[in-house]
């Protein structure tokens, strides 16, 4: 099984800053990962795909990069509503797996 | 618009059943792979179980492998998990999911979910 690490666990930033987040993969998974938002009580969404595909009304502040076993979701510039916990997701041959998620906060 | 309506939580003994469904509405469903994945209370992501368009194939997690089957019915626009076996563990919101359009493996619709509750 493929184990994906995201870090950091938590990020503390402002409105207005810029977000990085990390994902990686124990083994190459090429340009196989999602990106997923999740907020309180809801559903998650998927925003990246094919590690910089922007889903169907995701806003350009969302950006996807990386390949093999490193990938980043970047948000240009922290709106309020971006304030919420994401995860990255991989498969491989029907194996798919979830990293456990970074928490963005407000700080 | 799309929907997934997902039914069948409850609270449920450790090693008993359950059997959840999922309704889905405003998409050719028999054109599209569905799966199921699960949260944990407070807790991360994680993958149970998928199907592709025409049933003929299944995928599990190794966490649910020989305890869940995953089925489906388009003739009736319907999902279904069944549950046997459950233990503890398995107490999480349950979403039923369909892939992004013309993928297989990424998840692109998802309901708001059933609560399962595995306790004695």
Redesign the interface.
């Known amino acids: 099984?493929i184990v994906l690490t995201q870090s950091p666990a938590t990020l503390s930033l402002s409105p207005g800053e810029r977000a990085t987040l990390s994902c990686r993969a124990s083994l190459s998974v090429s340009r196989?990962l999602?990106w997923?938002q999740?907020k309180p009580g809801q559903?998650?969404?998927?925003l990246i795909?094919d590690a910089s595909n922007r889903?169907t009304g995701i806003p350009a502040r969302f950006s996807g990069s990386g390949s093999g076993t490193d990938f980043t979701l970047t948000i240009s510039s922290l709106e309020p509503e971006d304030f919420a916990v994401y995860?990255c997701?991989q498969?491989n041959n029907?194996q798919?797996?979830?990293?456990?998620?970074t928490r963005l906060e407000i700080k | 618009e799309v929907q997934l309506v997902e039914s069948g939580g409850g609270l449920v003994q450790p090693g008993g059943s359950l059997r959840l469904s999922c309704s889905a509405s405003g998409f050719a469903f028999s054109s599209y792979a569905m799966?199921w994945?699960r949260q944990a209370p407070g807790k991360?992501?994680?993958?149970v179980s998928?199907i592709v368009s025409y049933g003929g194939s299944t995928?599990y997690a190794?966490s649910v492998e020989g305890r869940f089957t995953i089925s489906r019915d388009n003739s009736l626009n319907n999902l279904f998990l069944q549950m046997s076996s459950l233990r503890a563990e398995d107490t999480a919101v349950y979403?039923c999911v369909r892939v992004?359009t013309g993928?297989?493996?990424?998840?692109?619709v998802?309901?708001?979910?059933t609560t399962v509750t595995v306790s004695s």
């Not at chain 2, 991360?44 to 993958?47: H, K, P, R, S, V």
């Not at chain 2, 998802?110 to 979910?113: A, D, P, Y």
Request: avoid cysteine.
């Open positions: 099984e196989s999602a997923y999740q559903a998650p969404r998927l795909y889903a995860y997701q498969h029907w798919i797996t979830f990293g456990q998620g | 799966h994945v991360g992501l994680e993958y998928g995928f190794d979403y992004l993928y297989y493996y990424y998840m692109g998802w309901g708001k979910g």
